[in-house]
């Protein structure tokens, strides 16, 4: 049954409840200030951060597959929801009803695509294009967080329009708002680097209040997060008409795959440290059954945290035990501590969002991915070698311009494009062997291949052109294929043979296998001839049954293929 329900659980050992308890307290400690924060990224009242919470951490538990996973508001999802709701409660709806209503939709969607076993949708975010989308939402979180930080008011907008207004309303920022936010931001700052295991966001959180209510800083003009409802949240779908849930149900779909992707990120990064496996699916299931009940009990959406994982894994949690215990602190925060936190000043808020979000501007990984264009992959694939690093700008500058869910599909579209572009101009090597003697010195043999371009002290074979083609041969590269390998067949003299080696190619199908017969007719024209040498199965299977006409031979060897043109037998054979 543990398998059904609770896999996590599943060889649980009483030695992890006292870690476990142990973790969960840190996790709360980050948790409350946090979701707080997110939950105004979302646009609606701090407290249903709180609300999305509970049951979010609870059901994950139940259904998913990582020991490690904390399930909360995050700040992608967070970010994701206001746009959607923004964009449809412009005409007057009640943005709270339809953010708890969005939780739902993508609830709904998680679930059904877990149930058909939709995992493998994770497989089309590549990570360079999640990482550009990442950077580019927590720049946008971080420009909408610096208008409270500062005391002005937030514009609207993309990214560029609220940094021009910012800048244009610089003149009316408050003293006191820009002395209590930036001296938060600094000191949570220097907390994560210096005791990075203290819970810095409810540390600063709490100094902030007690300076707040002391000083009464709340009357010189510093504002603060006001009343947070105290209680349970109540249960039940939300105030949404059938049509706008119908909306919401087709916006949930994006909503969801980000959520999906930067969850199982997490996941997967903790069960490989820890050695145990995550199912997609179940990760889809667990998703589904968190968004469901954060919805049906007033909350927002909710995802896999990194950060949050982050500091469970830390703080030695073993199971989801650590999960549970931190949805009971939390809990009984909304029942008797929600009075303390009313006091919270926006500025420190804004402070913690950022400071949350500001470690995922990671410019270094748009420079690692910029870098692997180097050496020979600047020759082979030429304009597409810096795919990634493109698919990964497309997302950041799409998300900058356009918004969140537009910026993730600008970023995936322009991925498979430059991947189709690869694969249609695959590298064709032309080989040349390295002569290796035996031991007794009584001979040569080859069997070994190499690419010319790489090793250029070793010459090919007069009048025998060998080449490897490293990649598929698909209708998508089929013609290019053709053509460049006639174009350095022209450059062979007295050119008798071309064997092209498979070995690096690990599939074929039937329109490349009508290239090949057309190739061997291209070259026999010519006065050569066409054959090929270590296939795999795949390959020669394909061959074998969709060939006409006058196919290319297979043989086991390129060295075999030379030996059978020249009519000698293979040396060393």
């Known amino acids: ?3 059904i329900i609770a896999p996590s659980f599943s060889d649980y050992s009483p030695s992890w409840i006292r870690p476990d308890i142990l973790a969960g307290l840190t996790v709360w400690a980050v948790l409350v200030p946090e979701s707080l924060a997110y939950a105004t990224i979302a646009g609606v009242p701090p407290v249903v951060g709180l609300y999305a919470a509970v049951p979010a951490l609870v059901l994950y538990s139940l259904l998913g597959s990582s020991r490690h996973l904390i399930v909360a508001p995050m700040s992608a999802t967070a970010a994701l929801s206001a746009g959607v709701v923004g964009s449809f409660a412009a005409g007057g709806g009640d943005v709270v009803a339809l953010t708890t209503g969005l939780a739902i939709a993508t609830g709904i969607v998680a679930l059904i695509a877990g149930l058909l076993r939709l995992g493998f949708l994770a497989a089309f975010i590549s990570e360079p294009v999640l990482r550009g989308f990442i950077i580019g939402l927590a720049l946008t ?32 920022v408050d003293a006191l708002t820009i002395l209590v936010g930036v001296s938060s931001l600094v000191v949570l700052l220097v907390l994560r680097r210096v005791v990075p295991l203290l819970p810095g966001s409810l540390a600063v959180a709490l100094v902030c209040i007690g300076l ?4 009464d800083l709340d009357s010189h003009g510093l504002a603060i997060v006001g009343h947070i409802d ?23 779909v994006g909503v969801m795959l980000v959520g999906f992707a930067e969850g199982l990120g997490a996941a997967k990064t903790y069960a490989a440290k820890s050695g145990y496996d995550i199912d997609p699916n179940r990760e ?9 009940g954060s ?8 995802n896999g945290s990194l950060s949050k994982t982050a500091v469970n894994g830390s703080a030695g949690a073993k199971s989801q035990i650590s999960a549970m215990t931190a949805a009971v602190l939390t809990l009984l925060t909304l029942l008797f501590m929600t009075r303390l936190f009313s006091d919270l000043p926006e500025a420190t808020l804004a402070a913690i969002v950022i400071a949350a979000v500001i470690e995922l501007v990671d410019i270094s990984a748009l420079r690692r991915l910029w870098r692997a264009r180097s050496g020979q992959v600047t020759k082979v694939y030429q304009l597409t070698a810096r795919a990634d690093f493109v698919g990964a700008v497309a997302a950041l500058i799409g998300v900058l311009v356009f918004d969140t869910l537009p910026g993730l599909v600008i970023g995936i579209a322009v991925s498979v494009v430059l991947l189709i572009a690869r694969t249609s ?5 032309s080989l040349a062997p390295v002569e290796r003697g035996s031991r007794d010195g009584s001979d040569t043999h080859r069997g070994l291949w190499v690419d010319q371009t790489r090793n250029p002290e070793y010459a090919g074979i007069p009048g025998i052109l060998v080449v490897r083609v490293e990649a598929s041969l698909l209708f998508a590269n089929a013609d290019y294929v053709r053509e460049h390998i006639r174009e350095l067949a022209a450059d062979v003299p007295d050119l008798r043979l071309v064997v092209i080696d498979g070995r690096a190619t690990p599939s074929v199908d039937v329109t490349a296998t009508a290239m090949l017969t057309q190739l061997r007719g291209d070259l026999r024209r010519s006065g050569a001839d066409l054959a090929l040498a270590g296939d795999v199965g795949q390959v020669r299977d394909v061959l074998t049954t969709a060939a006409e006409g006058d196919a290319p031979v297979i043989y086991p060897t390129v060295d075999a293929a030379i030996a059978a043109a020249t009519e000698e037998p293979p040396s060393g054979a």
Do not use: C, Y
């Open 1 to 3: 049954m543990a398998r």
């Open 141 to 172: 979180i971080i420009i909408g967080q610096l208008p409270p930080l500062v005391g002005v008011e937030k514009g609207s907008g993309n990214f560029f329009e609220k940094a021009w207004d910012l800048l244009r309303h610089l003149g009316d």
């Open 212 to 215: 707040t209510a002391l000083l």
């Open 230 to 252: 105290a209680g349970l949240p109540t249960i039940g779908f939300p105030d949404v008409t059938a049509p706008e849930f119908r909306n919401l149900i087709a916006a949930a």
């Open 284 to 292: 889809l299931l667990g998703l589904g059954i968190s968004n469901l």
């Open 295 to 302: 919805g049906l009990a007033s909350g927002m959406v909710v």
């Open 425 to 429: 101009r695959p590298h064709i090597a």
